[in-house]
């Protein structure tokens, strides 16, 4: 009795030690297909760059001048022959949204890449489900109630008054384009009219003035991609708060004037990477992951790099735009960043 009693603590012992490793191996594991996905992404982005010399909008609407819209595609449909899914992009009809009964079946297919392991909200039935969004900026564009489109918004739903002239969105294009012009210098996709004309505001690889290696392409959200009872939210949705994802607004009251730009509030709050862990599916447009401290992201360099949630906010918006030193002499001036910064 006494020796079995030995036998039995010993192998407890041993299972208490076990246990723990294969948890640690098992996460680690997790962690590496997470980033091995990332890394798959940039390089699909990159030579859909290479291809087509820009990158693929973070969404398409169909947004006629009049009568009815709706969502078309996003770039999860546009990546979709540079990440083995060839036969799945043949079958899309990129003539017909993606609530066409042609295209909804296709939005259900499972990507691999576009899942991380480690996202605790991701389809058990793996359908159509997504775990990255694309570097947006500040925000996305909207066609206002009053019909003035490419009108520039954070992703809280606030106009961006850029240029600190207290107009947004008048519909006045010798008015509109100064803002227009600062917010794509804050991001890299955005939304685009799909084939109607409006919206279109895109760039390539080698307009990225920055610094490819100092600027986000592409980063883990977990509140993106599949949502119970909702068969749209997939990878294929162009919808802004599950395509892309954005920093804070630093503006105070959204208007850029001197002294009211405090870059501190892109990592705070709301805005702040990880706040948003256990939102609702489609209401955290930010980074978040379950990875402890910070999210993986992807860079237009091709890198993969493990970010910290308490990054400086100066630093994590200055990383987001590609042509950040171009604002010089701006109240939204960027300052070059050292390599310890992020």
């Known amino acids: 009795m006494v020796e079995l009693i030995v036998v039995m603590a010993i192998v407890a012992m041993l299972l208490a030690l076990l246990i723990p490793a294969v948890t640690r191996a098992r996460e680690a594991a997790k962690k590496t297909q997470c980033l091995s996905n990332l890394r798959n992404i940039v390089l699909a982005l990159t030579q859909f760059d290479h291809f087509n010399d820009r990158l693929p909008a973070s969404g398409y609407y169909f947004d006629p001048p009049s009568g009815p819209g709706g969502p078309h595609h996003s770039w999860g449909v546009s990546l979709l022959p540079f990440l083995d899914q060839q036969n799945v992009y043949d079958q899309w009809d990129l003539d017909k949204p993606i609530t066409d009964p042609v295209n909804r079946v296709l939005t259900q297919a499972y990507v691999p890449n576009y899942v991380c392991p480690v996202d605790l909200s991701r389809s058990e039935d793996k359908q159509g489900d997504l775990s990255y969004a694309v570097n947006g900026g500040w925000g996305f564009t909207i ?110 009251n959204g208007t850029c004037t ?81 390599g310890s910064e992020f």
């Not at 739903?157 to 100064?178: F, M």
């Open 258 to 338: 001197p002294g009211s730009v405090d870059y501190a509030r892109c990592n705070a709050g709301e805005d702040k990477i990880n706040s948003g862990l256990w939102s609702e599916e489609g209401r955290s447009p930010v980074p978040n992951s379950f990875h402890p401290g910070g999210v993986n992201m992807g860079y237009a360099d091709g890198h993969v790099k493990f970010l910290s949630e308490l990054i400086d906010g100066r630093a994590y918006a200055a990383l987001a735009s590609p042509q950040g030193l171009g604002l010089e002499g701006s109240p939204l001036a960027q300052g070059v960043l050292a």
């Open 143 to 252: 066609r206002t109630g009053s019909g003035v489109g490419d009108c520039p918004l954070d992703w809280h739903g606030k106009r961006l008054d850029l240029n600190g002239d207290g107009q947004t969105c008048t519909g006045v294009d010798a008015t509109d384009n100064l803002d227009r012009q600062l917010f794509r210098q804050l991001g890299l996709f955005f939304l685009e009219n799909w084939k109607v004309g409006g919206t279109e505001r895109h760039y390539s690889l080698k307009d990225v003035s920055d610094g490819t290696s100092q600027t986000f392409l592409v980063g883990e959200n977990s509140r993106t991609g599949f949502e119970p009872g909702d068969d749209q939210a997939t990878f294929a949705d162009p919808n802004p708060y599950r395509s892309a994802f954005y920093v804070g607004n630093p503006c105070q």
